[in-house]
């Protein structure tokens, strides 16, 4: 069982910055390069919901609120995935999960980190 475990999370200004991390356990390097990778985020009261995403060949996309302000990226070496978010509003508040995806039958979840920004 693949276990995905974040990171980074905590309590920022507005404006600020943080960046998120996604280690990865129980699977090599070499499977992990197969997944697509991606951060979701929960805010209380609301559904989950797609912050970023990047392919097992690094092709990326992002969610309209988040474009220009976050940058999802990969280390496979180091099973790990980054979300560098700039530039957080009050509305980034979350809870933040990684995710990782094989096709449409495999999926993984880690437990989430919370992103808090206020003043």
């Known amino acids: 069982q693949v276990q995905l475990v974040e990171s980074g999370g905590g309590l920022v200004q507005p404006g600020g910055s943080l960046r998120l991390s996604c280690a990865a356990s129980r699977i090599s390097w070499y499977d992990i390069s197969n997944y697509a990778m991606g951060w979701y985020r929960q805010a209380p009261g609301k559904q989950r919901e797609l912050v970023a995403g990047?392919?097992?060949?690094?092709?990326?996309n992002y969610a309209d609120f988040v474009k220009g302000r976050f940058t999802i990226s990969r280390d496979n070496g180091r099973r790990t995935v980054y979300l560098q978010m700039n530039s957080l509003e009050p509305e980034d508040t979350a809870v933040y999960y990684c995710?990782?995806?094989?096709?449409?039958?495999?999926?993984?979840w880690g437990r989430g980190t919370q992103v808090t920004v206020s003043s």
């Open positions: 995710n990782a995806a094989l096709g449409t039958t495999t999926q993984y």
């Open positions: 990047i392919s097992n060949g690094y092709m990326t």
